[in-house]
């Protein structure tokens, strides 16, 4: 934490040697010196001096602590060894014991920069800005010359959400030192986070022209371009930091980026390649060349790259998803479960694949091989309620209705609130002739939780038409009918009521209307079709 007191140690040595034990330094005591050392060196300041430092340095703090206990009784007002006092209390996480130990030091010599400036700190790293604050400013007052105390102010300004005195003490910091890098990299992005852009930019070139290489502000300014879409300056601003550490790809994928943002679609891949071609591992990189080969609708090239994302890498899930997605989208659905089964294998506990998947499956009308994967998805979280409620559809398509209501129940018992769940149930009892009192009121529940959806809506109708509440029922299934006037299980369902009131012309023609819609239905139910067409029969007396 402190590593620059290892070289002021160095430096101070002659001047702890004096403070403790006089003018050490002067040739004609240095015999005397050496001669007294050799009788008597555990008794000698100096030695005890370099030997508590010494063993500072090797990490015996305890040690070190007690040679400097006995060096202080002997010497009470020599400053260094209550700084180093200070020091090894930090280093043992003894912070009041260090603070005392460093305000001892500034006690005794005001002007010790060291001591004042290690004080600062103790203050910081316990949270005692207000102290650091008048501590700081004391430096700088007496050190107008010293950049870091500068720098720390006004940081715990900024800390403070002081930003006029934070800029204040950097302009402080520039009017005494005006090559000051640093000065001119905070003061603008303080500006920055004004959203004073131009004040911003401006600094960092005078930054820029004591030190033109200087990649911190270099990147802060291409990122003011950017934020203001600035796009040709911040390209211009991140190719000369490409040109400082071409190595650096991080810059090169910013500059692929903003190509992109120019429209600039070839440079952008060329770029990317380039990084490839550098790291080939690189598979951020290589997920980013696929999204921008899809953008530019190079669906071969967007597939390769997706496909080449290894299974380790963070993007490898989004990558096999597009390149199914890219698959689906061109017809060829099995190059799209390929993909989704390989990622699955891969990456067994990713369940996005698995949702992903099963809903390939579904579309495709393998509703058993959808079963299976949910079911495995399932496992592995068996409180994920939208697995089971997934699970009730895709039994209900392949009519195991006790199965499908048992995983509705489940979701129902995570989430008693579930309209789509309360519904399915209560439909499949009212279509099935059984509980109806208890449909009646599952399907109550749902409607009062979405009174605006018509197939709640057609449900609580048909419910009450099972009941025999036939005027009730017509209310509702016409209600919901005016919402979804071309769904074929409500003009049946209406069809049913206005036959049980005795227009059978006007039921006869809703049920022609429902075979349509249900014959021209994208995901045929033949259950469905073969239902409208007995009705029609029964009321003809032809076959259909």
């Keep these: 934490m402190w590593g620059k007191l290892k070289y002021i140690r160095v430096v101070l040595c002659v001047v702890v040697a004096a403070s ?16 007294k050392s050799i009788e008597e060196p555990k008794h000698d300041p100096y030695y005890l001096f370099i030997r508590s430092d010494l063993l500072s340095m090797e990490g015996k703090t305890d040690k070190s602590t007690d040679e400097l206990k006995d060096l202080i009784a002997t010497q009470p007002n020599a400053a260094f060894p209550w700084l ?11 912070f009041d014991e260090a603070i005392e130990a460093a305000e001892r030091a500034v006690s005794i010599d005001p002007h010790f920069y060291e001591a004042q400036f290690f004080l600062a700190k103790l203050y910081i790293a316990q949270k005692k800005h207000s102290q650091a604050i008048v501590a700081l400013e004391k430096i700088v007052s007496k050190h107008p010359k010293r950049e870091e105390p500068y720098l720390l102010l006004a940081r715990e300004y900024v800390m403070q959400d002081n930003l006029p005195k934070a800029i204040s003490t950097l302009r402080r910091l520039i009017a005494v030192d005006p090559d000051s890098v640093r000065a001119y990299y905070y003061l603008g992005g303080i500006y920055g986070l004004k959203k004073r852009s131009k004040v911003a930019i401006a600094l960092y070139r005078r930054g820029l022209e004591v030190e033109p290489d200087n990649i911190a502000i270099l990147t802060s300014m291409g990122q003011l371009y950017l934020e203001s879409e600035q796009y040709a300056k911040a390209l211009a601003v991140f190719k000369r930091i490409g040109e400082v550490d071409p190595a650096d790809y991080a810059v090169q994928l910013r500059i692929a980026l903003i190509y992109y943002q120019l429209d600039r679609f070839d440079d952008a891949v060329g770029t990317f390649k380039r990084i490839l071609d550098a790291n080939p591992e690189a598979d ?16 071969d090239a967007a597939i390769a790259e997706f496909e080449a994302v290894p299974p380790y890498s963070t993007y490898y899930v989004e990558a096999r998803l597009h390149a199914a997605a890219i698959y689906r989208q061109h017809g060829k659905k099995d190059d799209a479960v390929r993909v989704l089964r390989e990622g699955v294998d891969a990456r ?8 992903y998947l099963a809903a390939l499956l579904e579309e495709d009308g393998d509703y058993r091989g959808a079963i299976e ?11 994920e309620t939208s697995f089971h409620f997934l699970l009730g559809i895709l039994y209900e398509k392949v009519k195991e209705r006790e199965k499908a209501i048992a995983e509705m129940k489940k979701v129902l018992e995570a989430e008693p609130n579930n309209a789509s769940a309360l519904n399915y149930i209560g439909y499949t009892y009212a279509d099935r002739d059984m509980k109806l009192k208890e449909a009646e009121a599952m399907v109550a529940k749902a409607l009062a939780l979405k009174p605006d959806s018509g197939y709640i809506m057609d449900s609580y109708g048909w419910v009450l038409f099972k009941m025999g509440d036939v005027d009730r029922a017509e209310t509702y299934i016409l209600q919901a ?5 071309d769904e074929p299980t409500i003009l049946y369902h209406l069809g049913r009521v206005v036959e049980a009131k005795g227009d059978q012309a006007r039921a006869l023609n809703l049920y022609r209307q429902a075979l349509a819609k249900a014959v021209a239905r994208q995901e045929r139910d033949e259950e469905e079709i073969e239902t409208i067409q007995k009705r ?3 009321l003809t007396g032809e076959q259909t």
Excluded at 22 to 33: I, L, M, Q, T, V
Excluded at 284 to 299: A, Q, V
Excluded at 481 to 485: A, E, Q, S, T
């Design 84 to 94: 180093l006092m200070a020091q090894n209390y930090s280093n043992e996480r003894k």
């Design 481 to 485: 009918h005016k919402k979804l006037p």
């Design 373 to 383: 994967v949910v079911q495995k998805a399932s496992r592995l979280d068996p409180d």
């Design 536 to 538: 029609i029969g029964a």
């Design 348 to 355: 067994k506990k990713e369940i996005v694949l698995y949702k």
């Design 20 to 35: 403790v034990a006089g003018s050490a330094c002067a040739p004609k005591r240095a015999p005397e010196r050496a001669e």
């Design 284 to 299: 951020k990189i290589r997920y980013y060349l696929g999204m921008l080969y899809e953008n530019m609708k190079r669906f």
